[in-house]
């Protein structure tokens, strides 16, 4: 949930600096900004590491998952959001916001073989009907006569993200601040050499520069590294959902900080999507499954799936990390899709 409203607060402030910012150059300076951050924190942390606190670096095929984060999530996402951001209200961008749930969801289930029950699936349906109500209510911005390319971009940015999602949750046992370094500085630069090669930067000030350094680093440093721990603990459906308060967040910031008219269409809109959303948090399900031998180093503490043996230094700290082994073991009990739970249905 706090990862949703640190990037709510994106979707004003980033309004607010696209006047006469080129939007591959505001892209750039948010992921940037982001990398910097968390590629210090992990240095520092790295540093400070004990045997019980084990930095979680990014290995082998892992790479090209994290690379396909990069290209989808940090690079072509960003710039058709805020390409989308100039042909349509703050709020409407942020209500749209909500498909990125929709299709973090629907590849989840597609490609990870995670579950959604009914209830899942009427919160899916209620964001859905809340886009199209939003849609043709006529609550766009009048800055632009094709309300529908600013619409298309927002849901296209959302897809991107979605991907990125699905992707990022191969690697999320490692460190987030690394991942999150890794796809900042990574879709950072990529973003500002486009903007150099096409078009370059707009009109920058020391003022907006700074805003734009504190709007990646909160917005998109802090909300990523977030949002990666959850999908460690949650998986994607449950981070995906709970992240869709986001837009919710992210609607009620631009009426209230850019004063943004708001009609009765508006507000039926934002309460269906609000509805699909929690829909969509509290999906739950139970069934008897398998746990294969698996080997491998996390935070944990001692749950019913951490039964194994401990040297005093570990015990000393928890929560802990170090490399252990879990057994073969069939049982049932309510679970979401977490990193002990990404079996399929």
């Not at 709510?8 to 982001?34: E, F, W």
């Not at 004990?50 to 999530?73: D, P």
Request: charged fraction near 10%; glycine fraction near 12%; aromatic fraction near 6%.
């Amino acid at each position: 949930m706090l990862a949703a409203l640190a990037f709510a607060a994106s979707v004003p402030a980033s309004k607010l600096l696209l006047v006469g910012v080129s939007p591959l150059a505001l892209s750039g300076a948010v992921y940037l900004s982001a990398g910097v951050l968390c590629g210090t924190l992990f240095l520092i942390a790295k540093r400070q590491a004990t045997a019980t606190r084990q930095t979680g670096a990014i290995r082998g095929s892992e790479w090209a998952w994290l690379a396909g984060a990069v290209v989808s999530g940090a690079v072509l996402a960003p710039v058709l959001l805020f390409v989308g951001l100039q042909r349509v209200s703050g709020h409407a961008a942020g209500l749209l916001l909500n498909f990125e749930a929709v299709f973090t969801v629907g590849l989840g289930v597609l490609f990870s073989g995670e579950h959604l029950g009914k209830r899942g699936w009427l919160g899916a349906l209620a964001i859905i009907v809340g886009a199209v109500l939003l849609s043709i209510s006529g609550e766009w911005s009048d800055a632009s006569s094709l309300p529908w390319t600013g619409s298309a971009l927002v849901v296209g940015a959302c897809a991107l993200w979605g991907l990125d999602n699905n992707l990022t949750q191969r690697v999320s046992l490692r460190d987030a601040r690394l991942i999150v370094a890794v796809k900042g500085l990574a879709g950072g630069a990529t973003s500002l050499l486009l903007a150099s090669a096409f078009g370059g930067f707009g009109h920058w000030s020391l003022l907006r520069l700074v805003a734009a350094v504190i709007v990646g680093a909160v917005s998109f440093g802090l909300s990523i590294v977030l949002f990666v721990r959850g999908l460690r603990h949650l998986g994607v459906l449950q981070t995906g959902t709970l992240f869709a308060l986001a837009p919710g967040f992210a609607a009620l910031l631009s009426w209230g900080f850019l004063h943004e008219a708001i009609g009765l269409w508006g507000v039926v809109a934002l309460g269906a999507m609000t509805a699909g959303a929690l829909l969509l948090a509290t999906d739950r399900h139970e069934h008897r499954h398998w746990h294969e031998a698996l080997e491998h180093a996390h935070d944990h503490e001692h749950d019913e799936h951490h039964q194994h043996e401990h040297t005093a230094e570990q015990l000393a700290q928890l929560p802990h990390s170090h490399l252990h082994r879990h057994e073969p073991l069939v049982h049932a009990h309510a679970h979401v899709h977490d990193v002990h739970h990404r079996h399929r249905h």
